[in-house]
């Protein structure tokens, strides 16, 4: 088939089970990206003393997190890179891209020697692999939310977009899933000796089969319609859009602030602030997180009914009232079921973003610019909030002062709510009906 062909043929309608074939190959690939991602997250736990065998558990978590910090710096460089090559050359080529990086980020990190074998080279590996994972991420979600938004028919895009996160907490549950069969099956010795490098090799083994399942996936409609007129330079038509540049970034930095406080950091908290067992940490944590992924796609379905603003202020408000009281309540619980439902409250508020904050970017820019417009300033506000969200709360409470984390969370989703009241409803203004 010529291209010409190839074009005709991506851009001629499509049924319903043609959309989800290819949005669940879309998704699949995602969910094997943020497993690879959350691994990191999930045994940091086990594997800090292998890489920071010097200090108290509080300063290694702290040596870890900071790397884990260092990932998110790569973000905005992989939005801006594959947000390019995505506009350019098709979502689908961008998205086999990201996932071939995050194969070898898994690989390196699998494969490093232990600090007591190399020094420190090691830390430098990591910090390596981490680069290579951030910029694979940061690409991933630029694309993956412009993909499922375009794939998706216009009555139904916030439930079939929720997808994303559907499968980015997905790919945490089984990253937690095997912490815990690891944990039943071997003791701390041997999981901080050589048992946290299985789930690494797991994860590499993993994206060689997402970028087999993507090399079937079809281009989007809105691209192959769009792909073969001339366009300007992508940066300097991002730059005619400040204002759906702000949004994005106004939008993204609350909501991506309480997303990793209640799930990648909780984790940690629990066991270090609350005292915990790490065992009781990742059942809590694997549990909470079950149900947070269910809400997605029905928080997304409701956004199809009501609209996408209604949903963005309600989690603003209820994340500015109660953020606190949880966190400073949660410190002081003492039984399993408390703690679950603590965090399973906030979660159910963090939905109101999490499940349509992938199709409102969508649907503020034209596909021309799309996996751009989503994925560069996205990329930038999530390095900066989301990714120095553990840090910053390891470090608040290493100054004694832990509850100073609480209201820097409640700052931030207070100046996204601004930015929801302000905003225009993208279901009722989307750029992507009008291509």
Wanted: aromatic residues 12%; contains cysteine; proline residues 3%.
């Amino acid at each position: 088939m010529d291209s010409a062909s190839a074009i005709a043929a991506s851009a001629a309608p499509r049924s319903t089970s043609q959309r989800i074939k290819s949005i669940f190959s879309g998704s699949v690939g995602n969910l094997v990206e943020w497993y690879d991602w959350y691994v990191y997250a999930a045994f940091s736990l086990y594997f800090a003393k292998a890489f920071f065998p010097q200090g108290d558990m509080t300063a290694q978590l702290l040596n870890t997190a900071a790397i884990f910090a260092v990932g998110f710096l790569m973000r905005p460089i992989g939005g801006w890179l594959m947000g390019l090559y995505a506009d350019r050359k098709g979502r689908k080529a961008a998205l086999l891209a990201s996932v071939l990086l995050m194969c070898f980020g898994s690989l390196i990190i699998a494969l490093t020697p232990s600090y007591e074998s190399i020094g420190v080279a090691a830390p430098v590996l990591l910090v390596l692999a981490r680069l290579l994972q951030g910029l694979s991420v940061g690409g991933e979600y630029g694309t993956s939310a412009t993909y499922l938004s375009e794939m998706a028919n216009k009555e139904q895009r916030g439930f079939y977009s929720s997808f994303q996160y559907v499968t980015l907490i997905s790919g945490q549950l089984i990253a937690l899933a095997v912490l815990i069969v690891l944990q039943q099956t071997l003791n701390t010795e041997q999981l901080e000796s050589w048992g946290w490098r299985v789930p690494f090799f797991i994860g590499a083994l993993c994206a060689v089969v997402a970028m087999f399942l993507r090399r079937g996936m079809e281009e989007t409609e809105s691209f192959s319609k769009k792909k073969e007129e001339p366009k300007e330079s992508l940066l300097r038509a991002l730059m005619r859009h400040p204002r759906e540049v702000l949004t994005v970034v106004g939008l993204t930095m609350g909501g991506t602030l309480a997303f990793y406080t209640y799930t990648t950091y909780m984790q940690k908290y629990l066991v270090n602030s609350v005292g915990m067992s790490k065992g009781d940490s990742t059942m809590i944590s694997a549990a909470s997180l079950f149900l947070f992924m269910l809400l997605q796609p029905i928080v997304g379905a409701l956004s199809d009914k009501i609209g996408r603003r209604p949903i963005l202020i309600a989690f603003g408000v209820l994340g500015t009232l109660f953020t606190y009281p949880i966190l400073s309540t949660l410190h002081t619980v003492t039984s399993w079921w408390g703690a679950f439902f603590l965090i399973m409250a906030a979660l159910v508020i963090v939905s109101g973003y999490t499940s349509i904050n992938a199709v409102v970017k969508a649907e503020l820019f034209p596909t021309e610019i799309r996996a751009l417009g989503v994925g560069l300033p996205y990329a930038l506000t999530v390095s900066i909030f989301g990714g120095t969200a553990e840090y910053l709360a390891l470090w608040f409470k290493s100054i004694g002062m832990e509850s100073g984390f609480y209201w820097y969370v409640t700052g931030c989703i207070a100046c996204s709510l601004l930015v929801y009241v302000f905003m225009k409803d993208t279901q009722k203004h989307s750029k992507i009906t009008t291509d």
